[in-house]
């Protein structure tokens, strides 16, 4: 049953006669009643979730606890990179060699923004889409990825008429550089490997002597995410009502489909499948896979009537197949092909080369959360758009709630890279420091878009499809910003549960607008309504370049939790993993932390995120935030917090009014035994951009000095020495002894002239294997033309830490050098150093 509505003036006699909801509230749920029903929280900033996310509720607690869990991972990868380009996410939290700016990484990028566009707040999802097309440090094309398709989408729900036409030049041009490195003229189709979708290790790699890559193919995800993202142009292009581009697209978009359906459908197995692009070897080098033959149609599997992969359902995320392959589907829910319990799988289980593996990453039998949500929206477009009688909505339902219950650890909300598809553990795949809580797969848009079923519109219309069991006698999606107005979903079967009427209803700002008194498809008309206009702000504390300003500060550096942290653009509270500064460790009898800024600026509100990990670290009994004037410290005037004492795990926020300075610091008070640690500091103020330093860089750091010069009895080919000196803790670039002949080796830095030095900050690197903690460590120091060992005063910690920082206290020397001496863990373990700084304290 569809309900259309149209909200003209003529209706508006229909419009008294629907429900209304209570004055001075334009909300149904008990936002913080939500919220409580959970023990899992890391991030307690209530206040931020009830202003920043859509609200829930559904007869599945198991569904709405995962819901809210994933709004909470998307606090812990979100990042604010810098006051030019806003915010971005990550993939892993330790942000790897292999990612761009600020941690970002493009495979799953488009699982990020279609979770994105359903922030109340667009600016993020526009910031994060802007950040792929203008930020010099992304990397678009590192890995396949439908991010034009996702601006569309995204566009779909904020209706930003000038966000989305002014990256209709980047789309095209992002579209050319996909054609000019992929494109294969001949077939009419993209061709790339299996490892750069982001799926190493699979089916097709596997038949290949380059297993973990692949080698390059005609592909559903591919073809499929650049079909997308040629239509997202014609649909921008038709706003303008740019015909020539949109005839152009229309034309690249249509020849895609037209060579995709016909060559990589195999109709005697009913699927889609990689076709190889060229003849390959196979990996025991005594047969030929041929070129344009798909998955088993030659090589040693020849014949073989298995080689589904879940990457087959693909196009059907994107609504690009034509009527005629839904027989596709037949396999999804079938245990001998893809269904299991915290499935599916990513190849069929009776494939001859189905493999559920023990570590990470392989692509040939485990069920991966990335696939699994892929899966999910094909199957949700499959059954609100096509005619079939392979799946149901109870299938949906029942694939949607496995996918709800793998995100789970040791009875916690939880999800990593790949989970073991027949037990749901995550052993192997879940590195601590690395995928734990990764963001490499979509939940929050499933429940929105697909179970709920609100279906964005380019147009002045809202259109709500439920795939939910009939079973379910109510849900509520509530506070959700679409096309400017504050919508909610209700059904309520008997009208009991919310009391604003029994049926599906859709409000917008408070007034029902459509209505149906079964579940089904109901439409209605809603103008697109401006938001008031925001004043703008930046966070100018945040630094994650390779400048030195705008630089923390603290009363101590911090060891295990460095004062770096305090400005990186991202903070959380997880215990295992720390993204923190702390006085662990400090002797000082004050503490404080803050920022110089390098230059002045112009500040009305500061934002701090204390640490309370329940255990050594607290948050502050009391604190005082000061400002430099230009000759000392000052407390800030008139400030108003919104807080009324300082709270861990959220936001610590103080408005103050505007004032102008170089630097800012917190005066932290600890409580009785009790550490202080802080996640996060951010100073807001009004954009003056690009931002610039004119500072000089004042350090009392000796190592950084201009003429000094730094070596090794060895270095490693893969490193940099002059890395340990450049005044930046980031473990890359680094010095390490790496296949060193020696039993023991040095690194010295050699002064210009004589210095005093009485303290060393030494950060060894580790990766525990081919680089380990030294088994011994001692400092030197030059007297004339002899090196002496330093005497040791105090240590710490007392053992050696890797991949922190390790203060060594001596009896001041006046010198011309300072030499490190490491004693190798093994003969296979080598020692590494990735900063040193150099104090006379």
């Known amino acids: 049953m569809t309900i259309i509505l149209k909200t003209t003036r003529f209706a508006f006699a229909v419009l008294l006669m629907l429900q209304i909801l209570p004055a001075n509230t334009q909300h149904i749920l008990n936002k913080q009643e939500m919220l409580n029903q959970f023990t899992f929280w890391n991030n307690q900033d209530w206040e931020w979730y009830k202003e920043h996310i859509p609200f829930l509720e559904t007869p599945d607690k198991e569904i709405d606890k995962t819901y809210y869990y994933r709004w909470e991972l998307t606090t812990i990868h979100l990042v604010y990179g810098s006051p030019e380009s806003g915010y971005a996410t990550t993939e892993f939290i330790d942000r790897p060699w292999w990612s761009g700016a600020y941690g970002t990484i493009s495979c799953p990028a488009g699982h990020q923004l279609y979770d994105f566009r359903w922030f109340r707040d667009p600016q993020y999802v526009?910031?994060?889409?802007?950040?792929?097309?203008?930020?010099?440090?992304?990397?678009?094309?590192?890995?396949?990825?439908?991010?034009?398709d996702a601006v569309w989408q995204s566009y779909k729900v904020n209706r930003d008429f000038t966000w989305v036409t002014n990256l209709l030049n980047d789309l095209k041009y992002d579209y050319y550089q996909w054609e000019e490195d992929h494109w294969v003229e001949e077939e009419g189709m993209f061709a790339w490997d299996g490892m750069h979708d982001g799926m190493e290790t699979n089916i097709n790699s596997r038949q290949t002597p380059n297993w973990f890559n692949g080698a390059p193919g005609y592909r559903p995800t591919l073809n499929s995410y650049m079909w997308a993202h040629a239509k997202a142009i014609v649909e921008i292009a038709s706003l303008l009502n740019d015909?020539?581009?949109?005839?152009?697209?229309?034309?690249?978009?249509?020849?895609?489909?037209?060579?995709?359906?016909?060559?990589?459908?195999?109709p005697s197995r009913n699927f889609f499948f990689h076709r190889f692009q060229n003849d390959e070897v196979t990996v025991e080098k005594d047969d030929t896979i041929k070129a344009n033959t798909l998955t088993y149609q030659s090589g040693k599997y020849e014949g073989s009537p298995h080689g589904r992969e879940l990457i087959g359902f693909i196009p059907w995320y994107f609504n690009m197949p034509d009527e005629g392959y839904e027989s596709a589907w037949q396999f999804l829910m079938d245990p001998e092909f893809f269904y299991a319990e915290f499935g599916p799988t990513v190849v069929e289980q009776n494939d001859p080369l189905f493999h559920i593996s023990e570590h990470c990453c392989?692509?040939?039998?485990?069920?991966?959360?990335?696939?699994?949500?892929?899966?999910?929206?094909?199957?949700?477009?499959?059954?609100?758009?096509?005619?079939?009688?392979?799946?149901?909505?109870?299938?949906?339902?029942?694939?949607?709630?496995?996918?709800?219950?793998t995100h789970r650890k040791d009875g916690k909300p939880y999800i990593a890279e790949a989970v073991h598809p027949y037990t749901g553990s995550w052993e192997g795949h879940d590195n601590i420091g690395h995928s734990e809580h990764y963001s490499h797969s979509s939940y929050i848009d499933l429940v929105i878009n697909d179970l709920i079923g609100l279906k964005p519109l380019a147009s002045d219309s809202i259109e709500v499809n439920p795939l939910i069991p009939e079973s379910w006698d109510y849900f509520c999606l509530d506070d959700v910003i679409y096309h400017g107005h504050q919508v909610s979903i209700v059904w309520d079967r008997d009208g009991s549960k919310y009391n604003t009427g029994a049926g599906l209803q859709v409000f917008s700002d408070g007034i029902s607008i459509a209505s149906s008194p079964t579940l089904g498809r109901i439409k209605a008309h809603l103008p697109f309504k401006s938001a008031p206009a925001k004043e703008p702000m930046v966070n100018y504390a945040v630094n994650n370049?390779?400048?030195?300003?705008?630089?923390?500060?603290?009363?101590?550096?911090?060891?295990?939790?460095?004062?770096?942290?305090?400005?990186?653009?991202?903070?959380?509270?997880?215990?295992?993993?720390?993204?923190?500064?702390?006085?662990?460790?400090?002797?000082?009898?004050?503490?404080?932390?803050?920022?110089?800024?390098?230059?002045?600026?112009?500040?009305?509100t500061i934002k701090l995120y204390f640490i309370d990990d329940e255990n050594t670290i607290a948050a502050p009994l009391s604190y005082r935030l000061e400002y430099w004037d230009g000759e000392?410290?000052?407390?800030?005037?008139?400030?108003?917090?919104?807080?009324?004492?300082?709270?861990?795990?959220?936001?610590?926020?103080?408005?103050?009014?505007?004032?102008?300075?170089?630097?800012?610091?917190?005066?932290?008070?600890?409580?009785?035994?009790?550490?202080i640690g802080v996640s996060e500091i951010e100073a807001w103020g009004k954009p003056v951009l690009p931002v610039r330093n004119d500072s000089n860089i004042e350090t009392d750091n000796i190592a950084v000095l201009q003429d000094n010069t730094v070596s090794a009895s060895y270095t490693s080919n893969f490193d940099n020495i002059d890395g340990i000196i450049d005044g930046s803790i980031n473990a890359v670039p680094r010095?390490?002894?790496?296949?060193?002949?020696?039993?023991?080796?040095?690194?010295?830095?050699?002064?210009?002239?004589?210095?005093?030095?009485?303290?060393?900050?030494?950060?060894?690197?580790?990766?525990?294997?081919?680089?380990k903690l030294p088994a011994a460590f001692s400092i030197q120091y030059k007297d004339g033309k002899k090196w002496k060992d330093a005497r040791l005063t105090d240590q710490k910690p007392g053992d050696l830490s890797a991949n922190s920082l390790n203060i060594f206290k001596f009896k001041p020397v006046k010198t011309t050098g300072i030499r490190l001496v490491v004693d190798h863990a093994s003969e296979t373990s080598f020692s590494g150093i990735y900063e040193v700084e150099l104090y006379n304290q």
């Open 126 to 148: 526009m910031d994060y889409a802007d950040f792929w097309f203008k930020n010099p440090g992304a990397q678009p094309h590192n890995y396949t990825n439908w991010i034009g």
């Open 735 to 771: 010095w390490t002894a790496f296949e060193s002949p020696n039993k023991s080796d040095w690194v010295q830095i050699a002064f210009s002239s004589e210095k005093t030095v009485n303290t060393a900050y030494v950060y060894f690197f580790s990766d525990d294997g081919g680089v």
């Open 243 to 266: 015909q020539a581009t949109m005839d152009e697209f229309l034309s690249r978009a249509e020849r895609i489909k037209s060579n995709f359906q016909e060559k990589c459908w195999d």
């Open 545 to 604: 370049s390779q400048d030195y300003f705008p630089h923390a500060i603290a009363s101590f550096p911090g060891i295990k939790h460095p004062y770096t942290k305090l400005n990186d653009g991202q903070f959380w509270y997880l215990e295992s993993t720390t993204n923190q500064w702390s006085n662990v460790y400090s002797d000082a009898e004050s503490h404080w932390c803050g920022i110089d800024f390098g230059a002045q600026r112009s500040l009305h």
């Open 632 to 675: 000392g410290w000052l407390e800030i005037p008139d400030q108003k917090r919104n807080l009324a004492a300082p709270t861990g795990r959220t936001a610590n926020t103080t408005h103050f009014p505007e004032l102008k300075t170089a630097k800012i610091r917190c005066v932290l008070v600890p409580q009785k035994d009790q550490a």
């Open 362 to 405: 392989v692509w040939s039998g485990n069920s991966w959360p990335f696939g699994t949500s892929q899966t999910l929206k094909a199957f949700a477009n499959l059954l609100n758009n096509y005619d079939q009688n392979h799946v149901s909505v109870e299938d949906y339902y029942t694939m949607f709630r496995n996918y709800a219950l």
